[in-house]
């Protein structure tokens, strides 16, 4: 079945490279801004629009979701990446697991549907990862987490043993969270935290 990756920004780079890694070439890449087709990401050749996407049968394609996030200190800047995904899983689109070959995700790991797992990431046994989730490049997801639907886990982050991360959290690049810690839904985990308590929903972790 044919692979098409949503958007066409950084992150769809990412995304392109780690299914070539598997030896998948997409067929396509959607962006909604209609100047930037013809243009091509990673050799893969932007053809449409969102919409022209929709006007596919959801049983013929399956998608990737290639929008990244900018966070700031009260917002994970995570909503667009949740929405894109919302706007096509709700129709019915299939959104596969990705996964970089030189990823290490554990045999009884549970990953829902269009988790992404980058280059280098290592994800522990009994690790639980919702849908949409972002374990980017080099993170490391310890046994026991858990990570909510649509949470960003950045580059170089680790999430020791027994974490809790909520919906739409970002834990920044080569942040820390220690055992058994919990972040609540929408929080922000600075780059380079280390997070030694519970962080409430919506919240902020930082090195001040
Ligand atoms: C913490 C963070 C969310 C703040 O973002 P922001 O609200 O836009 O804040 P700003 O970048 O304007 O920075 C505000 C201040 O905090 C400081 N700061 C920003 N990030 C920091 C961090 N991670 N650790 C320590 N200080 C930080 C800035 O230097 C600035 O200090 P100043 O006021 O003395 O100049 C952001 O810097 C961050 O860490 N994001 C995660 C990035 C990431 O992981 N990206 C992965 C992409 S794949």
């Not at 050799?43 to 996407?53: A, Q």
């Not at 600075?190 to 930082?206: E, P, Q, S």
Request: one cysteine or more; charged letters at 20%.
């Amino acid at each position: 079945m044919s692979l098409i990756v949503l958007c066409a920004g950084g992150h769809a780079r990412v995304v392109v490279e780690a299914l070539l890694s598997r030896g998948i070439r997409p067929a396509a890449v959607a962006d909604r801004d209609a100047a930037r087709i013809g243009a091509a990401i990673g050799g893969v050749k932007i053809t449409g629009s969102d919409d022209d996407v929709l006007k596919m049968p959801a049983d013929g394609v399956e998608l990737a979701n290639g929008l990244g996030n900018r966070a700031s200190r009260g917002d994970s800047g995570l909503a667009g990446r949740r929405a894109l995904f919302d706007r096509f899983a709700e129709k019915g689109y299939r959104f596969p697991v990705i996964a970089h070959s030189s990823a290490v995700i554990a045999s009884d790991v549970q990953l829902g549907a269009g988790a992404q797992v980058m280059a280098g990431a290592v994800i522990q046994p009994a690790a639980r990862i919702g849908r949409n989730v972002l374990v980017n490049t080099r993170a490391v997801v310890e046994h026991d987490c858990i990570v909510g639907d649509h949470a960003h886990i950045a580059p170089g982050a680790v999430l020791c043993g027994g974490v809790s991360i909520g919906e739409s959290v970002h834990v920044g690049a080569c942040a820390v969270v220690l055992v058994g810690v919990k972040v609540g839904a929408g929080a922000v985990v600075a780059a380079g935290a280390v997070v030694t308590k519970d962080v409430a929903a919506g919240g902020f972790a930082g090195n001040e």
